[in-house]
């Protein structure tokens, strides 16, 4: 049986590991940005079914102070197999294809507390579709964020040759599916559904694949992940040195 020495120690220890995971936790609950408005736009191409997507963010700056003023993003895609991204707003310095399933966009300048910034870009992506019975079906989720809240997400689909979707609202060219006060994670899918025939060149080596038509979250803190596996390693080498099973 542990001495009441070696009970101490851990029981110390463990005191102290809560207090800090406490402070870590709670500096972390602090929202450092906004997003105001989200509006992507799909255009299939009626050939392949490939589609050619733009997305519209307007993004606050809640809190430049704790990690500094917002001078990148990085946004998740449906899947990686995407190409082209193009900056379409000339704020951004540059555009490129980051940990395979992400944009990454650095902005021309920095933005402070209390600033937007506005900004637009374009992506090519495949391999979204499935085939059943004679159909095309696509579902499509926007990125979402997992830390930060978004007040307004609308997605925008070309009706052409649609058959049928889960959104009853249109416009003369596009459905439409909106949602506001999204919560942090919250996300928003688009299911459409097409005759096979509506496309004159689909490909079995271009269909939807290991569940990939979710998008990937964002805004992941990788030096949380790393801080709690250290603690972990941390707490399973003090355990094995007390002998801790003997305390049972």
């Not at 972990?232 to 003090?238: L, P, R, T, V, Y």
Request: proline share 2%; hydrophobic share 40%.
């Amino acid at each position: 049986m542990l001495n009441l020495k070696k009970r101490y120690i851990l029981f110390t220890f463990i005191l102290t590991l809560f207090a800090i995971l406490f402070m870590h936790s709670n500096c972390y609950a602090q929202d450092l940005d906004e997003i105001v408005d989200y509006v992507v736009t799909v255009d299939p191409r009626m050939t392949d079914g490939t589609l050619d997507i733009i997305y519209e963010i307007t993004w606050k700056v809640l809190d430049s102070t704790t990690e500094g003023p917002l001078t990148w993003v990085q946004i998740g895609t449906p899947n990686d197999n995407f190409s082209g991204a193009t900056a379409l707003s000339n704020n951004i310095a540059s555009i490129t294809k980051s940990n395979g399933s992400f944009v990454k966009i650095y902005f021309k300048k920095a933005y402070k507390s209390g600033e937007q910034v506005k900004f637009r870009y374009s992506i090519h992506q495949s391999s979204m579709y499935k085939k059943s019975w004679g159909n095309c079906k696509f579902e499509f989720t926007p990125a979402w964020f997992t830390d930060i809240k978004v007040d307004n997400l609308t997605i925008r689909w070309n009706k052409d040759q649609v058959k049928s979707s889960n959104t009853k609202n249109k416009d003369e060219s596009y459905l439409i599916w909106n949602k506001t006060n999204l919560a942090k994670g919250e996300k928003l899918t688009a299911t459409v559904k097409y005759s096979a025939k509506a496309f004159s060149s689909l490909s079995s080596a271009n269909e939807w694949k290991n569940n990939q038509n979710g998008a990937y979250n964002t805004g992941v803190n990788f030096g949380v992940i790393i801080f709690i596996i250290v603690i972990i390693a941390i707490i399973i080498s003090m355990f094995s040195r007390l002998r801790w099973w003997r305390i049972l």
